[in-house]
């Protein structure tokens, strides 16, 4: 019920007060052309009661009596086939001619269920005919009395009152009406602001915009649309709107104003920028699998376009590589820096700088996310914020200075661990963050968070390999006789991974010395754990005093058993991919400081450079072999001889190789980086380094240094000797004759054992030509020569035995002894410590 006194615009309206049904004639025809349906309209308009008509052939109602075809097959013929307009010739009931203007609709209607419908549809249509659903709905409007409304009035108050915002600018571009909803946008009047200008009603840039468009629009005669966005004064806000500027036409056809229609787009213009950055977000966040460089691509993105002050810290661990703890954090916690971003120059308002670590109470938005797990909406007077404002001064000075009103806290966090927190504030922005604005920073830091997993994970595999690689690189390098040498290792970038490259220093029987440089195929730790492989397999052969060529073609068949041991673990499907990773370069070089002659051998890899004592430059011209892991190729092994103080450059493909040039360029700088003066050869490796490779290197980078030395006269003397027994005591004689030369009387007593054993076996178990040397370095070497292959070895004398100690002897009076294989036969050597004294 409504109470008498509810004035008349609140009392509620009935539909049939509204809507009067007898205005409009309105029938249904199904599709065999039967009236199923008929109102009171249509009765008032052809006489008839729906009692009357229901159910009968739509033809009777025709007055055009010279049309034989069915009304059905008429209306499946009509063109469009949905709809019918016109005027028709209808018969009255008391037989008169109606004519009428119909409109008739296809529309589809349930089937008729209940007894009237099935008789009405019994009546003319056969027995078997299928129910239809499609239908015809004909309507015609009937004579009313009018409105107390004119046509014009009603025109005047759907401008003044509808609800786009509209105004009107006659030929002189000024307004001439404004509706109420433009009174409302601009916060003015139309009384105001008659007769002014779109820039003098609204300054700026966007209004000179607008005026430009209507201009167009005069001379043209064509509709124009612009899309703004700015805020209004007197709004607190950005508004985004859609405007359409329509020509008003005079009855001549001639543009006599300028319509401007406004239409409120923000939700929607909103939306879209949200997408827009969430689109950014994912090309931009993840370039790279550095953990820093990922958070700052977060802030980056969320800076200006939806904070304008942004931070990322992380859990120490995670910054490191570690594993996180599992689950949420459940007191204070400590974080650290890793990115900040500020609409300001050098991010003022940070009070930890990146790179930090800062301690976070329970009651800190950063703290309370963790533990919530979730991301947090936060104003600036929040309790909890001010509490820890007030506990940190500096973070409440900053707040106070800059105006911090509104953050959010949103932890980062992938696959079920919790990695860091990210900090979005508004200080410039007077709007604070939405409810929208959190699920969009949310999904940009759940993406950052996966990015950041990634790069933590690829980090700690890395620093993993990292230290497989420096454990298995020689960590200091050997002093020589032979040689001076002086290296750099550099890792590749993160984009890389770590490789397989090495490099080694082998100090040899005779004061020689080997120089090996390596690189393994790929990269991670597979080629970490090969590349330790393989040194410690060069290290083994070389002790066997194997020829460059030789011991390349041992270390070939040991990467085939390599490829074919992963290819056995990993099953026939990974078989390709293994045995193509399991592939290596190296060159090996040996130097003897004696005769300054080096043998070289390579298996796929660069070239040395030698650079000569008067400072010329060039790369030895050696057969290149194939890489290693190929299997039944050989090896050629080269001999030079190099003049004292030459400098042999060896170097992996990563020094030379890169996208930035090729490779015959690249070489030329290596040869002007060689030839430049330096104080040690260590200053030279950083001159080299520095000139090669000006950025992070693409690939693994090992570069080693050897400067040659010589052994003259006075610290050799080589004895030939004849198959005699009896001129064993003159070489004893000999020795301790050299010895006392050389200042070591207190190692002639030892050095005399020795002789004699290696000599008497050399007599009596080998053949001629038989030879003794005696080398003075840091160390004494005694070395007998024969002509045979046979190689002696250590066996175990029985009490009675008449011989069998003598090599037994030397081992245990010397420091190290061996054989090595020579072109002639072979060589048997024993080395003795000196004191420093007597180096």
């Known amino acids: 019920m409504t109470r008498p006194d509810t004035p008349p615009y609140e009392q509620p ?43 009968r052939s739509a033809a009777v109602l025709l007055a055009d009596e010279g049309n034989p075809r069915p009304v059905a097959e008429t209306l499946r013929d009509l063109s469009p086939p949905d709809r019918f307009r016109g005027r028709v010739a209808l018969l009255h009931r008391d037989g008169s001619r109606v004519t009428a203007g119909l409109l008739a609709h296809r529309v589809t209607a349930p089937a008729a269920t209940d007894a009237t419908d099935a008789a009405a549809h019994a009546a003319d249509a056969p027995d078997d005919a299928p129910r239809d659903v499609t239908e015809w709905l004909v309507v015609s409007p009937l004579p009313r009395p009018e409105r107390p409304l004119a046509d014009e009035e009603l025109l005047r108050h759907c401008f003044a009152q509808g609800p786009c915002t509209m105004a009107v600018y006659d030929t002189g571009l000024r307004l001439r ?64 709107w859609s405007t359409s500027l329509a020509p008003l036409r005079d009855a001549e056809g001639r543009v006599a104003a300028v ?46 376009e939806l904070a304008d002050f942004v931070t990322l810290d992380l859990l120490p661990s995670v910054h490191g590589g570690s594993e996180p703890r599992p689950g949420p954090l459940t007191s204070h916690v400590m974080l650290r820096r890793v990115a900040a971003r500020s609409v300001f120059a ?4 940070a009070v930890v700088e990146v790179g930090k670590v800062a301690a976070y109470p329970d009651f800190s938005p ?173 290290r083994t052969l070389a002790d066997v005093d194997l020829a460059p060529d030789e011991l390349l073609t041992h270390l070939d068949d040991m990467v085939n058993h390599l490829s074919a041991e992963a290819e056995t673990a990993q099953g026939p499907a990974a078989a390709g991919a293994i045995s193509g ?13 004696v005769s300054r002659r080096c043998s070289i051998a390579r298996a796929g890899h660069p070239p040395p450079a030698v650079v000569s004592p008067d400072g ?77 490779l000006p950025s992070r290197p693409e690939d693994d980078v090992a570069l080693l240094l050897a400067r040659t030395r010589a052994l003259d006269a006075d610290h050799v003397a080589t004895w030939d000797l004849p198959a005699d027994p009896s001129l064993v005591a003159q070489a004893r004689r000999d020795v301790s004759a050299q010895l006392a030369a050389w200042g070591l009387e207190d190692a002639v007593f030892t050095t005399e054992l020795v002789v004699s054993e290696l000599i ?7 053949k001629a030509p038989i030879q003794l040397r005696l080398i003075h370095d840091r160390t004494l070497i005694c070395e007998v020569s024969d002509g045979s292959g046979t190689a002696p070895h250590l066996r175990r004398a029985r009490t009675f035995d008449e011989g069998g100690r003598g090599l037994l002897l030397v081992a245990q009076l010397t420091q190290s002894w061996g054989t090595r294989q020579t072109g002639s036969g072979k060589t048997i050597w024993a080395e003795q410590s000196l004191s420093p004294t007597d180096c």
């Open 366 to 538: 950063a703290a309370e996310c963790l533990k919530a797990e979730r991301g947090l909406l936060n104003r600036v007077t929040d309790p909890a914020v001010s509490r820890w404002a007030a506990q940190a001064p500096d973070r409440a000075e900053m707040i106070h200075q800059f105006g911090f009103h509104s953050t959010m806290a949103i932890p980062l966090r992938a696959r079920g661990t919790t990695l860091g927190v990210a900090t979005f504030s508004r200080h410039q922005r007077p709007e604070p963050f939405e409810e929208d604005d959190l699920l969009l920073a949310e999904e940009m830091t759940a993406r950052a968070a996966v990015c950041i997993d990634n790069a933590r994970r690829y980090t700690r595999e890395r620093n993993t390999a990292l230290a497989l690689q420096r454990s298995l690189l020689p960590r200091t390098l050997p002093h020589s006789a032979a040689v001076e040498v002086a290296s750099r290792y550099l890792p590749a970038g993160p984009q890389a991974g770590v490789g397989g490259d090495w490099f080694d220093v082998i100090p040899l029987s005779g004061a020689r010395v080997a120089l090996v440089v390596g690189d393994v195929v790929g990269h991670g730790v597979q080629a970490s754990a090969t590349m330790g492989r393989l040194r410690t397999a060069v």
């Open 13 to 55: 309206v009935r539909s049939d007060d509204l809507i009067d049904e007898a205005s409009t004639a309105r029938a249904t025809v199904d599709g065999h052309g039967i009236v199923t349906q008929w109102n009171e309209g249509a009765a008032g308009l052809l006489g008839y009661r729906p009692e009357e008509i229901v159910g």
């Open 760 to 766: 008497t076996n050399a007599i009596r178990h080998a």
């Open 616 to 692: 010329s430059v060039d790369l030895l011209d050696l057969p290149g072999g194939p890489p290693l892991g190929l299997g039944s190729l050989p090896f050629e092994t080269v001999e030079v001889e190099l003049a004292e103080g030459s400098l042999l450059a060896l170097y992996t493909d990563g020094l030379i190789e890169s996208r930035d040039q090729d490779v015959d360029r690249a070489l030329d700088t290596l040869r002007s980086a060689l030839a430049q003066p330096a104080d040690s050869l260590d200053a030279l490796c950083d001159v080299v380094i520095s000139k090669m």
């Open 346 to 349: 050098g991010t003022p308002e």
């Open 177 to 240: 009406w404004a509706n109420q909803d433009m009174e409302r946008v601009l916060g003015l009047t139309q009384e105001e602001i008659r007769g002014l200008r779109v820039p003098e009603i609204t300054p700026g840039p966007e209004a000179e915009e607008t005026e430009e468009r209507m201009r167009r629009v005069l001379e043209t005669g064509e509709e124009q649309h612009i899309e703004l966005f700015l805020r209004m004064p007197g709004h607190d806000r950005p508004v985004a």
């Open 581 to 593: 990773d399991i592939g290596a370069t190296c060159l090996y070089a040996v130097y003897d400081p």
């Open 259 to 304: 319509m401007l229609s406004a239409h409120d787009r923000t939700p929607q213009h909103t939306t879209r920028r949200r997408l827009l950055l969430l689109n950014e977000a994912s090309n931009r966040i993840g370039s790279t699998l550095d953990i820093e460089r990922t958070a700052q691509e977060l802030a980056d993105v969320a800076v200006p």
